[in-house]
T-cell receptor
Framework: GESVGLHLPTLSVQEGDNSIINCAYS??????FIWYKQESGKGPQFIID?????DKRQGQRVTVLLNKTVKHLSLQIAATQPGDSAVYFC????????????????FGQGTILTVHP | GAVVSQHPSWVICKSGTSVKIECRSL??????MFWYRQFPKQSLMLMAT?????????EQGVEKDKFLINHASLTLSTLTVTSAHPEDSSFYIC??????????FGPGTRLLVL
C-alpha cells in the first residue's frame, strides 16, 4: 500500500536544541527518499535526499538517516532555529534502472515542528 | 535554481463555476508536471501526472472530467476544476521536473468554493 497522511504529529523544541523527525515508509521497492519543508501557505521546499545504497547523508545543519530493514527515515536538524518551524514531509519513490530519474512521489504524513525562542 | 510559479495564488469562487489554475516552469523546460491536492493539516496527495503533448494520467479516485489537465507546452500546465463545489476547496500544488527529473514545487494555489 501507499503511505497516506491523515493527521500530522507535532514536535516542539527550544531554540538551539537538536530536532529529530521520523518517517515510516511503506514501499520496500522505494530506493530514493527526499525530505521537504513546507511553511504555511507555501509549496514544499527540498531539504535533503538519500538513496537506498546509503544509510546516512549530511547537509548543512541537517542529517538524514535511512534504515531499510525497518523502512524508517529520520531527519535530524542541529541547533534548531525559529525559522525552522514548519511542516516536514518525507517522500519516497523508485528510480529507473539507471538511477537517473524517478517518477511520482509518495508523501508521508508530515510532522509539524515548532521552535520556541 | 529552477523556479515554478502558480497563478492565481488564491481564488474564491461560487459553487458551480469553473476555476483554472496555471503552473509554469520559469527557467527550464518541464516534460512532466504533477498536480497535488492538500487539505488542511494533511499531506500532499497526488492527483495526476501531466506530460507535455499527451493526456494526463490520473490517480485512482480522481475524476478526470472534474479536474481537467492540459499540458500544451513545455513550460505550462493548467488544472481546471469544473463545476466546483465546497468540498473542492483545498490547496492545489504543482511540481515540474527538469531534464534530471528533479521535482520543483510551485507555491500553491488556495481555492475556496462558497
Amino acid at each position: 500500500g501507499e503511505s497516506v497522511g491523515l493527521h500530522l504529529p507535532t514536535l516542539s523544541v527550544q531554540e538551539g536544541d537538536n530536532s529529530i523527525i521520523n518517517c515510516a515508509y511503506s514501499n520496500s521497492a522505494s530506493d530514493y527518499f527526499i525530505w521537504y519543508k513546507q511553511e504555511s501557505g507555501k509549496g514544499p521546499q527540498f531539504i535533503i535526499d538519500i538513496r537506498s545504497n546509503m544509510d546516512k547523508r549530511q547537509g548543512q545543519r541537517v542529517t538524514v538517516l535511512l534504515n531499510k530493514t525497518v523502512k524508517h527515515l529520520s531527519l535530524q536538524i542541529a541547533a534548531t532555529q525559529p525559522g525552522d518551524s514548519a511542516v516536514y514531509f518525507c517522500a519516497e519513490t523508485r528510480t529507473n534502472a539507471g538511477g537517473t530519474s524517478y517518477g511520482k512521489l509518495t508523501f508521508g504524513q508530515g510532522t509539524i515542528l515548532t521552535v520556541h525562542p | 535554481g529552477a523556479v515554478v510559479s502558480q497563478h492565481p495564488s488564491w481564488v474564491i469562487c461560487k459553487s458551480g463555476t469553473s476555476v483554472k489554475i496555471e503552473c509554469r516552469s520559469l527557467d527550464f523546460q518541464a516534460t512532466t508536471m504533477f498536480w497535488y491536492r492538500q487539505f488542511p493539516k494533511q499531506s500532499l496527495m497526488l492527483m495526476a501526472t501531466s506530460n507535455e503533448g499527451s493526456k494526463a494520467t490520473y490517480e485512482q479516485g480522481v475524476e478526470k472530467d472534474k479536474f481537467l489537465i492540459n499540458h500544451a507546452s513545455l513550460t505550462l500546465s493548467t488544472l481546471t476544476v469544473t463545476s466546483a463545489h465546497p468540498e473542492d476547496s483545498s490547496f492545489y500544488i504543482c511540481s515540474a521536473t527538469d531534464w534530471m527529473e528533479t521535482q520543483y514545487f510551485g507555491p500553491g494555489t488556495r481555492l475556496l468554493v462558497l
